[in-house]
């Protein structure tokens, strides 16, 4: 809480002085506490990407170790999903012969016209990661650093790409005044934007 | 696919291709030829083509017989003809690499097809959370978009189909019920007629309101029978409105054992204890009904609610002056314990939430005598004491305000997680649409579209409006929410949150309006909604009219605690009889992330409670009225489980050796024993444990219960609960020592290894004693080891257990110090140990004497309390408890160490109870 008290003023005083900033938040009085709520929108993870949130006290070990668990799930589910087949086949099951052939001769064929064109996905054969989900780490304020090392960290390894995009994340404190926290006390509200930074993670 | 049409024989040359099947190559056309003829009537089998034809083929074919053809056309991988891509001895390389790609493919799609083939049933299919009891048996039992497949199955595999309606009842006494029960139908119907008749009603009468019940003021009321066709079942407890809904998908408790004269669902039949966890911090939404938490209403001048709410603890300056004037006229909702004055101590009687009525006009000259009315929500087990407590109170006041007793009027639904705002959204449609006392409210609910979690509202926020009957809009839609990268609506949402708390006019709550009250509980029949509904085209929402009553809600955000990212808790609060209605719609809310709603039981609720590091009303509270009931219930029901293993696999208490020669658990293996605790015991009866526990040994069934009811007096009678902020108040070194039978609820955390269970044993760490030089001077004299003297702790006890704590870097110090070694100065190492002479006192290996490298548990006397809900807390991945400790014990600890950040400061150690190994925790006041 005290950290919180302390960076803010800070913050907004490295910012420069510009008229499209948004205005500078005032000073906290004295003796008062800000109390910080939860982020009002945080977005759930899905099938297609992994949303991994981390905070500054994470540890570095068990994020890295979460990101490489599921990108392994994301291949094991990628190579067994290709959707030439369980989208077109699983759903006529009563194809004939003849139908398979053709339809597994047109997805071959198909597959090495993409790499003729040269989209960087493989060899030859579509090896199905293009349509892998990815994994998204994420982190806000103090743990962007904690993001950076994680994507570095999977930068290096020579089978994932790792794309960085940064934002902002509206949130919301309240500055409680001393003798306040003994009935729950609600307290001046103010808002402040975070940066924000997400580290996309995929299989190449 | 018919099993008639599954062999296809192929023309063998009609393409370059053939079928290569993975086994056996010849199988497929032969069962083409014979198709399968066996004529048992076994099940697995299917119907007969062309039955009785050849008898002879029965044993070769086994009855299975078009299932096979029919795998191996599945199984059977697509090959193409040996290719031109040798051509005169040379390598046409493109045509084979391109045959290879082929052959990968083709074997990829076999082994997909050969999944997706049918070697699974079509309710087997189905996600665990849509399986249903025999599914097998009943089509209907599967999802729509399944049912067809498994009307195939069932009839390929010759699956008798079952219908609960139409079966015919199979035995003798069966069949008698069963036209008994229709004979009695037949009266009952004959007899309705009769009266209708002799009554005139079919004649066109004048149209009488139904009566609207009675709510006594300053008595308890009568319960509610929820439906009248089993208001027998209903005597001695109370169904909440959903219980029908909840009876055939949750664990209720048992018909003779309800929970605070409730029938409550415990948890839901499906394993939620993982999902539980993921809706609270991933995604989703789970609902509970909580109609059984009890609402108090009272109603009276001004100043005597005032001194009412003083009195029951309500003392904090902050609530009565100007900073808490918005929760006095009504614009939010305040939680926070009731205490009550008894004797000469004060007792807590348990967490309440307070809702003001706002007043009608601001009139500041009588603003004293206006009359006010206020929501207490309270737990029912501590009802009848808050309602009692207020009672007293209120004859002591003059102008006498009044109670009502509201449980049985006011339902309310709990829903939290991520989805839970959004679900609310799509189920609570304001109505009607243009009022103008509730525009504020309302605009501000709608424009939390896109809130992920209640929590971050503002403090005790509120919002008060009425909706339409969910069932005419049902079943419900998805709301639109603002797409997740719309920074605009991010934006929006923020400034809505943030101007949550603008002052506004705010009208009178509906819900306190009993008339508002009764006429949405006439609720218009399903049947009367049907009509309406067949009357309009397919699909689209009824029109609210006249008939449909608008329901008044309350809704209440709340944040369970301060600083973590726990998601908050949405409470709408309802009369009783709409709970119903909205429930089906919230539980079948298709919500934006996948799937519907969940829904809890208590377990649910005890389980969410202890990831957050909270304590739990009643049970994490043994000092409140509530949580001894609920303790010495809890003691009863480990008892009975304890009694009824059989002795070779129960804990023995009396044999468990604690090291040092003490033996036995401390107090009763099965209870949090406050009485050893706070030393009752040993002033009537010293040996009261043993006995018992040589009963329970001895003949489990026949003491040890009586002995508990004999007791004449409850035994933990005497014990009170001090909240943090009494205690605190306690802390400071002028002020008195807390009551020395006082309890404080605590949270443990286990530094290690290790997990707690309920009942565990807490102590602190021992001090050193100052006998310690006495025992430095014998030792060296005679053995360096204690297991000589028993019944003494070792002196270095409490650096054994400080060696215990993990910490950060030091094992891979101690690495490269044995690496460093080489061979010589090993060697040197050994000569002087084999040479020298022996070792003297000091250094007596740190864990000499322990259990498998485990310190010795502290004794008795350093007992300072008792974990009362423990487990491996899957927040934290590790091991985490809810403790109440002794009040002065914890004082002494707390006084031990000057500095308050001091790293061994708040350290215990937590024993299960029938274990001896004792794990190294650190407690924190809640």
Request: net charge positive; charged share 25%.
């Amino acid at each position: 809480m005290t950290m919180a008290t302390e960076q803010m003023p800070d913050a907004s005083l490295q910012a420069p002085e510009n008229a499209n900033q948004p205005a500078k938040l005032p000073a906290i009085p004295k003796g008062a506490t800000v109390r910080r709520r939860p982020i009002p929108t945080r977005i759930p993870s899905t099938r297609a990407s992994k949303r991994i949130y981390i905070t500054a006290k994470t540890p570095f070990r068990s994020v890295t170790a979460r990101v490489r668990k599921q990108l392994d799930k994301n291949l094991r589910q990628a190579s067994s999903a290709s959707n030439a087949f369980t989208n077109k086949l699983a759903a006529n099951k009563g194809a004939s012969l003849d139908d398979r052939v053709r339809a597994i001769q047109r997805h071959s064929s198909q597959a090495s016209k993409g790499s003729g064109n040269g989209n960087g996905s493989g060899n030859g054969v579509a090896t199905g990661l293009e349509n892998a989900g990815e994994v998204v780490v994420l982190g806000t304020g103090r743990a962007i650093q904690k993001v950076v090392e994680v994507a570095l960290f999977f930068q290096k390894q020579n089978d994932c790409i790792v794309q960085m995009k940064t934002g902002s994340v509206g949130a919301i404190d309240d500055v409680v005044q001393e003798g306040d926290e003994e009935w729950g006390g609600e307290g001046e509200e103010r808002v402040r934007m975070m940066s924000s930074l997400e580290a996309s993670i995929r299989l190449r | 696919m018919p099993p008639q049409n599954a062999p296809q024989p192929k023309p063998a040359g009609a393409s370059a291709v053939k079928s290569v099947s993975t086994n056996k190559p010849k199988i497929r056309p032969e069962a083409s030829e014979n198709p399968p003829q066996s004529k048992s009537n076994k099940r697995k089998q299917p119907p007969q083509q062309n039955a009785g034809s050849n008898k002879l083929d029965k044993d070769t074919d086994s009855g299975r017989g078009p299932k096979r053809p029919k795998m191996h056309e599945v199984r059977s991988i697509a090959a193409q003809k040996s290719h031109a891509a040798l051509k005169d001895g040379e390598l046409n390389v493109q045509s084979f690499v391109n045959s290879l790609s082929f052959e990968m493919n083709a074997l990829d799609e076999s082994m997909r097809r050969t999944r997706t083939s049918q070697s699974s049933r079509a309710f087997q299919r189905v996600p665990f959370r849509m399986r249903r009891r025999a599914a097998a048996h009943n089509f209907r039992r599967v999802p729509k978009r399944l049912q067809k497949r498994a009307i195939r199955e069932m009839e390929e595999d010759n699956t008798p189909t079952a219908n609960s309606k139409t079966r015919k009842p199979k035995t003798t006494k069966a069949r008698i019920r069963a036209e008994t029960a229709r004979r009695l139908g037949i009266l009952a119907k004959r007899k309705r007629l009769q009266k209708l008749k002799s009554s005139g009603v079919d004649k066109e009468t004048i149209s009488i309101r139904a009566a609207r019940p009675k709510i006594r003021r300053n008595t308890v009321n009568e319960p509610i029978i929820t439906a009248r066709k089993f208001r027998r079942r209903q005597i001695s407890k109370t169904w909440l409105p959903t219980h029908l809904w909840h009876t055939k998908r949750a664990r209720m408790t048992p018909p003779k054992e309800p929970l605070w004269r409730f029938s409550i669902p415990l948890t839901p039949t499906q394993k939620v204890y993982r999902p539980t966890h993921r809706i609270q911090w991933e995604k989703g939404a789970m609902a509970w009904d909580m109609s059984y938490m009890s609402t108090i209403g009272l109603s009276g001048p001004q100043n005597s609610v005032h001194n009412i709410l003083k009195s029951l603890g309500l003392t904090q300056e902050a609530l009565w002056n100007d900073k808490a004037k918005r929760w006095r006229s009504g614009a939010m909702h305040w939680s926070g314990t009731l205490t009550r004055k008894s004797n000469d101590s004060v007792q807590i009687i348990g967490p309440a939430t307070i809702v003001w009525n706002p007043e009608k006009g601001v009139n500041d000259a009588d603003q004293r005598k206006q009359f006010r009315q206020l929501y207490i929500r309270i737990h029912p087990s501590a009802f009848l004491e808050t309602f009692n407590e207020l009672l007293r109170l209120a004859k002591a006041q003059n102008p006498r305000p009044y109670i009502e007793d509201l449980r049985f009027e006011i339902g309310s639904i709990d829903i939290t997680g991520p989805d839970s705002t959004e679900a609310l959204l799509g189920v609570l449609k304001p109505y009607p649409p243009k009022s103008e006392g509730e525009q504020s409210h309302v605009s501000k609910f709608e424009s939390l579209a896109g809130l992920k979690d209640p929590g971050t509202l503002p403090f005790g926020c509120l919002l008060a409006f009425s909706v339409a009957d969910p069932r005419l809009r049902y079943p419900p839609r998805q709301v639109t929410l603002p797409r997740v990268d719309d920074h605009n609506a991010q934006k929006a949402l923020l400034e809505a949150i943030s101007s949550f708390r603008g002052e506004e006019e705010i009208n009178p709550h509906q819900l306190f309006d009993r008339d508002a009250r009764f006429k949405a509980s006439k609720l218009p029949s399903q049947q009367s909604l049907n009509r309406r509904r067949g009357k309009g085209a397919p699909g689209t929402n009824l029109k609210p009219t006249t008939i449909d009553p608008p329901i008044p809600i309350i809704l209440l955000a709340s944040r369970h605690s301060i600083g973590s990212q726990s998601a908050g808790t949405w409470t709408l609060m309802l009369p009783w009889k709409c709970v119903l209605p909205i429930w089906y719609s919230l539980m079948h809310y298709p919500l934006s992330t996948g799937g519907n709603p969940w829904f809890g039981g208590l377990d649910e609720i005890r389980h969410l409670t202890f990831e957050r590091g909270l304590p739990w009303f009643p049970g994490d509270f043994p000092g409140t009225d509530a949580g001894k009931v609920w303790e010495l219930d809890e003691r009863k029901v480990r008892q009975k489980l304890w009694n009824r293993r059989p002795k070779a696999k129960r804990v023995n208490w009396e044999s468990l050796d604690l090291g040092a020669g003490r033996k036995g658990e401390v107090g009763i293996g099965w209870a949090c024993d406050y009485e050893v605790l706070f030393g009752f015991k040993k002033a009537d009866e010293p040996d009261k444990m043993l006995v018992d526990e040589k009963d329970g040994d001895g003949a489990p069934e026949q003491k040890s219960p009586n002995e508990t009811q004999a007791a004449p007096v409850n035994p933990l009678e005497s014990i009170t609960q001090l909240s943090k902020s009494t205690f605190t108040a306690h802390q400071s070194p002028t002020s008195e020592p807390p009551p020395p039978t006082s309890l404080v609820t605590v949270n443990i955390r286990i530094l290690g290894r290790g997990i707690a269970n309920t009942c565990a044993r807490v102590y602190r760490l021992p001090d050193t004693k100052p006998a310690r030089v006495s025992t430095q001077a014998e030792v060296p004299a005679t053995n360096p080891h204690y297991k000589k003297n028993e019944g003494k702790l070792p002196p270095n006890l409490r650096d054994q257990w400080l060696a215990q704590k993990p910490s950060k870097g030091s094992p891979r110090k101690k690495v490269v110090v044995k690496e460093d070694l080489d061979l010589e100065t090993r060697q040197q190492l050994l000569a002087q140990q084999l040479l020298g002479p022996p070792e003297p006192y000091p250094p007596p290996p740190p864990n000499s004497e322990n259990i498998q490298g485990h310190p010795l548990c502290p004794g008795e006397e350093d007992l300072i309390g008792f974990v009362t809900t423990g487990s491996f807390n899957l927040r934290d991945g590790r091991g985490d408890a809810i403790g109440s400790f002794s009040a002065t014990r914890v004082l002494e600890e707390l006084r031990r160490y000057r500095n308050k950040n001091d790293p061994n400061s708040r350290l215990c150690v937590v024993r299960n109870a029938g274990q001896n190994i004792g794990w190294l925790a650190r407690w924190e006041l809640i």
